[in-house]
């Protein structure tokens, strides 16, 4: 079956509002007739003149100044993902992209996603999305180290299709930025980096006002399953199979429009779309949970745990896309450098700390002064130690890092501490205090090149709300106490080493 990129190939009109706005350009154009007139007509009239009118202006409106360059899909790869617009259409009402999208990191330099044949609230045919990925710092200009800014910028130009076989654009501009990880970049103001502009027409007819100023928006609407698509790239339930047209009619097309059938990719995601339905119940954000990412990441083995039980030093785990190696699905490299050597020595907490060290001033963290402080440094030794039986070395913040407690390596991982005492009295604080910090340093920790970083949050003893629990399970922050300690953290370990030993690329 023919695909939009085959029709693209055989002829992509540049866009022209008529291609946008058929419907509403009428009713414009119609309102104009009606505002211009001095006197009484009929409907005969008036529709005589609305016929004169738009074909005066079909004749004369603008047209874009970009077209399609067929030579952009020599080598590149064609995705169809129709099953994925399909499940998206079927979200709850009031589901936004970032609710949903999860790392976005882009598995090849430029590709092309095409829908065809599904619901969309535009009532298009098919509809598709080229796009590119950019360096920011390259595209931008700007420091590559400068950590407030994206890692990657993701360029979407999208084209559609009302009636099969008169495809048209690009018809506008979005961009993306993305963080280190893949997912979506936030300002320090809290909202995503993203950018939308329509395209330059020329000509002498304007477009109406109240129609452009809604065209990226509505254009926005339609990138949401391509940002959808790439997340599912990225995970371990979604294969990957290639689609190669009959012959007998890749033959045909190619005596009447010069070139065979592209060959294609599909995305099969009915496996994943069962986990995904046990989340739609509940809130829009847990879908997140249930994308289980597989990204790139570094994994580091010592002469204690070698790899494949003679390897040691620090190796790259790549980003898998399961499927059959000729689907031609090769995911290049994330351009993330290797880590330096991670953090100091552990610096062993003071459990009887003298007099000034327990009265700080102008504060009122109860890990700073007091007995707070004291079983602060109890409970975070005490960590340092179970980490040591289980095989690893605690380690303590460099310069450079963020000030966690403390962070042990394992070949699953970084797994990052942060500590607290805990009563009755300042539980709800002390908890809600570490959640954030914890999350804070997984963030910074992961764009470092870190990856994967487990947060775990080390607490006095079993918290008095059991709430606490259900919460960092849902945050997948691991927490312990002293009593718990080396039993929960040897199970974590264990069942990441478990879920990561299908990700190696053979």
């Keep these: ?128 999305v080229f796009v590119l990925a950019h360096n920011y710092s390259e595209a931008y200009r700007r420091c590559k180290d400068d950590h407030d800014t994206p890692r990657w910028i993701l360029e979407f130009q999208t084209f559609m299709e009302r009636e099969k076989g008169k495809p048209f654009g690009p018809v506008s501009r979005h961009f993306i930025g993305l963080a280190e990880d893949g997912t979506w970049f936030r300002h320090s103001n809290g909202l995503h980096w993203s950018e939308g502009q329509s395209i330059q027409y020329k000509g002498s007819t304007p477009i109406p006002l109240e129609l452009s100023s809604t065209l990226v928006d509505n254009v926005a609407l339609l990138i949401f399953p391509a940002l959808l698509t790439i997340s599912f790239m990225h995970c371990k339930s979604v294969t990957v199979r290639d689609c190669v047209p009959p012959e007998k009619l890749s033959l045909s097309h190619e005596k009447k429009y010069g070139h065979k059938l592209t060959r294609y990719h599909v995305l099969d995601i009915q496996p994943l779309r069962k986990l995904l339905d046990q989340y739609r119940s509940g809130s829009p954000s847990d879908l997140r949970h249930a994308l289980h990412i597989c990204r790139g990441h570094f994994k580091t ?11 040691t030093g620090t190796y790259w785990w790549a980003p898998q896309v399961r499927g059959a190696k000729e689907v031609g699905l090769v995911v290049k490299d994330y351009r993330v450098k290797a880590p330096a050597e991670f953090g100091t020595a552990y610096r062993d907490a003071n459990e009887v700390p003298a007099v000034h060290e327990r009265q700080v001033a102008d504060t009122d963290d109860p890990d700073r002064i007091g007995l707070g402080l004291a079983a602060h440094n109890r409970t975070q030794n005490t960590i340092a130690e179970v980490v040591r039986t289980l095989g690893w070395n605690p380690r303590s913040p460099a310069a450079n890092e963020p000030e966690y407690d403390l962070a042990w390596q394992t070949e699953s991982g970084l797994f990052v501490c942060e500590v607290k005492s805990l009563s009755v009295a300042n539980e709800e604080r002390q908890m809600r205090m570490a959640i954030g910090q914890v999350i804070r340093y997984r963030q910074k920790l992961t764009a470092a090149g870190y990856e994967p970083v487990t947060a775990v949050i080390g607490i006095e003893k079993h918290p008095s709300d059991t709430s606490w629990e259900e919460l960092c399970r849902d945050e997948d922050i691991v927490l312990i106490w002293p009593d718990t300690a080396e039993k929960i953290l040897r199970t974590e370990f264990e069942n990441r080493r478990s879920s990561e030993s299908n990700d190696v690329v053979h």
């Design 301 to 311: 083995f010592t002469e204690d745990a070698p790899l494949l039980g003679r390897h």
């Design 1 to 128: 079956m023919a695909r939009l990129a085959d029709r693209m190939l055989d002829g992509c009109e540049p866009c022209r509002p008529y291609h946008l706005w058929p419907n509403e350009l009428d009713s414009w154009l119609r309102d104009k007739i009606s505002r211009d007139l001095t006197g009484p007509s009929s409907s005969q009239q008036l529709e005589k003149l609305f016929q004169s009118e738009r074909a005066k202006y079909l004749q004369m409106q603008t047209v874009a100044t970009v077209r399609f360059d067929p030579s952009t899909f020599v080598n590149t790869p064609i995705f169809a993902a129709d099953d994925v617009a399909i499940y998206q259409e079927s979200l709850p009402l009031g589901t936004t992209m970032p609710d949903v999208v999860a790392s976005m990191a882009p598995p090849f330099d430029n590709f092309f996603i095409e829908f065809q044949g599904v619901p969309n609230k535009a009532n298009l045919y098919a509809w598709g």
